[in-house]
C-alpha cells in the first residue's frame, strides 16, 4: 500500500498493511535540507523541498504545509520575529482592538504574497507527491484567525465582554478563510486541518465553545469542498469533544497525547477517524526506544479499533529532536503489523 491508500483504508475501516502514521515534520524538512527559517517560511520551493526530504527520510503517510500560522498574520499586516530552531511568532499585531477591524483590509488569498506562499507551497510538495501521499493543509478556523491580526489577549477579551463585536469580526473572517481553505484544496491539499484553539477546553469555557465557536464553524465548514480533520489545538480536548461532533465535512479527529482514546472513541462513535499518539513537542525528551514503546502500546490498545491511525499530537516535532526518536513511530506501526 502507498500512503494515499493507507489513509483512505484507514478512513474506510478496512484491513491495512500497517497502522498509517503521520508526525507532524512541517519544520522539521528545515534541518533536512538546512534550510534558514526565514527562508524556509517565505520560499515555497524550500519548504516543498523540506517536505520531499521529510517523505525519503521518514516515509510518513502524511506530509504538511508550514504548521506555522503567526505566517498568515503577516497577510493581516502583523509583524513577525524569526527564530534560528523553530516557527516564528507574532512580535507585533497588526491592530490592537475590536474597534480597528473596520479599518483592517482583509487580504486577497488569491492575490497576497504570503498567503500565495502557502498555496505554491502545497501545489509544489503535491505536483511531486502525484497522489502517492495525502498533503493535510494546517489552517486555523475563523474563531481562531482574529488572533493574527490582533493578539490572543485581545481577541479573548473580545469573545468574553464584547460578544456582539465578536461576533460581527467572525462574520466578517468567514468569507476570507472559507476563500483561503478552498483555495489551498485546489492547490492540492487533500484535506483539512484546524486546531480548534477557541474549542478547547484550556481556553474557553463550554458556554463559549457551543454559543460562540461552535455556529461560527458549522458555518465557515459548510462551505468547504473538502474533507476536514479537526486537531485538539494544544491541550486536551475530551472536554468538548462531543461539542465538536457532526460539523460538516468532518472525517477525523486530533487528540491530545493526554485525552483517554477510549473515552473519545465512546463520544466520537465507531465510524469516525481518531488519531492518537505521543506529544510531538517533547518527543527529542525520550529515548528512541521510549517513543516505540509508547506508540506499541498505543497500537496494542487500539488494535481492534479500524478507525485508529497514529500521529504525534501538538505542533511540530522540534528540529532537535534525534532522527531514530522519529524512526521509532513508523517502525512501531511496521512491527506490530497488520490491523
Not at 504545509?65 to 509583524?79: D, K, R, T, V, Y
Not at 510538495?125 to 474563531?143: K, R, S, T, W
Not at 480548534?196 to 462551505?223: D, G, Q, Y
Request: aromatic content about 8%.
Amino acid at each position: 500500500m502507498n500512503s494515499m491508500e493507507r489513509i483512505l483504508a484507514t478512513l474506510g475501516g478496512k484491513p491495512l498493511d500497517r497502522r498509517a502514521v503521520a508526525p507532524v515534520l512541517s519544520l522539521y524538512g528545515a534541518r533536512l535540507t538546512n534550510c534558514p527559517l526565514d527562508q524556509y517560511y517565505t520560499d515555497p520551493y524550500s519548504y516543498a523541498r523540506g517536505q520531499s526530504a521529510v517523505f525519503r527520510t521518514f516515509q510518513p503517510d502524511v506530509l504538511f504545509s508550514p504548521f506555522n500560522f503567526p505566517s498568515i498574520g503577516l497577510a493581516f499586516g502583523s509583524e513577525l520575529h524569526f527564530f534560528a530552531d523553530q516557527a516564528p511568532n507574532i512580535s507585533r499585531p497588526a491592530i490592537g482592538t475590536a474597534e480597528e477591524w473596520d479599518k483592517l483590509v482583509l487580504p486577497d488569498p488569491d492575490t497576497e504574497p504570503h498567503l500565495l506562499f502557502l498555496r505554491e507551497a502545497i501545489r509544489q510538495i503535491a505536483d511531486e507527491c502525484q497522489g502517492q501521499v495525502p498533503v493535510a493543509a494546517v489552517l486555523p478556523p475563523p474563531v481562531d484567525l482574529p488572533v493574527l491580526a490582533m493578539g490572543m489577549e485581545s481577541w479573548l477579551e473580545t469573545i468574553l465582554f464584547k460578544p456582539d463585536e465578536a461576533k460581527r469580526i467572525t462574520d466578517r473572517v468567514i468569507p476570507f478563510f472559507v476563500h483561503l481553505a478552498n483555495g489551498l484544496l485546489e492547490s492540492g491539499a487533500t484535506f483539512i486541518v484546524m486546531p480548534c484553539a477557541f474549542m478547547s477546553p484550556a481556553i474557553v469555557t463550554r458556554e463559549v465553545a457551543s454559543t460562540f465557536a461552535r455556529p461560527a464553524m458549522e458555518k465557515a465548514m459548510a462551505l468547504i469542498k473538502g474533507p476536514m480533520v479537526l486537531h485538539h489545538g494544544g491541550a486536551p480536548v475530551l472536554a468538548h469533544l462531543d461539542l465538536l461532533m457532526g460539523l460538516p465535512s468532518t472525517v477525523a479527529f486530533g487528540l491530545d497525547h493526554l485525552d483517554n482514546i477510549e473515552e473519545a472513541r465512546r463520544i466520537a462513535g465507531p465510524d469516525i477517524v481518531l488519531f492518537g499518539g505521543p506529544c510531538g513537542p517533547n518527543l527529542g525528551r525520550k529515548t528512541a526506544t521510549e517513543v516505540e514503546e509508547e506508540c506499541l502500546a498505543i497500537l496494542e490498545d487500539r488494535r481492534k479499533d479500524a478507525h485508529f491511525a497514529l500521529f504525534t499530537a501538538g505542533a511540530d516535532i522540534p528540529m532537535s529532536t534525534s532522527p531514530e526518536n522519529i524512526h521509532a513511530i513508523p517502525k512501531a506501526a511496521e512491527s506490530y503489523g497488520k490491523n
